[in-house]
């Protein structure tokens, strides 16, 4: 099994900035990417953006230029830096680990950002 555990969200004024991090433990033993995801009320989960274990990145239009993703393998922990945030960036945020071989995925519980106009 494999437990992961969000933190950092909050509340902030439109423009500021926000750091999530996402602590990966349990049988963490194969190739995997993270990502995070986000959910606003009434609204599909979506992919926010993602990152191999080869530092290889992704993200969704809405975010590219403001948001960066990265990841520290030593400690199993993915980072998602949000600058320049804005009102439509609220949502749940949840991270996610795939495994590359198998594709079993594993979700966190979620850390809500709350983004004030």
């Known amino acids: 099994q494999v437990q992961l555990v969000e933190s950092g969200g909050g509340l902030v004024q439109a423009g500021g900035s926000l750091t999530l991090s996402c602590a990966a433990s349990?049988?963490?033993?194969?190739?995997?990417?993270m990502g995070w995801y986000r959910q606003a009320p009434g609204k599909q989960r979506e992919l926010v953006a993602v990152i191999t274990s080869g530092d290889s990145t992704n993200y969704a239009d809405s975010v590219k230029g403001r948001f960066t993703i990265s990841r520290d393998n030593a400690k199993n922990t993915v980072y998602l830096q949000m600058n320049s945030l804005k009102p439509e960036d609220t949502a749940v945020y949840y991270c996610?680990?795939?495994?590359?071989?198998?594709?079993?995925?594993?979700w966190g519980k979620g850390t809500p950002v709350t983004v004030s106009s």
């Open positions: 349990g049988n963490i033993f194969s190739i995997n990417n």
């Open positions: 996610n680990l795939q495994f590359v071989i198998s594709g079993m995925a594993y």
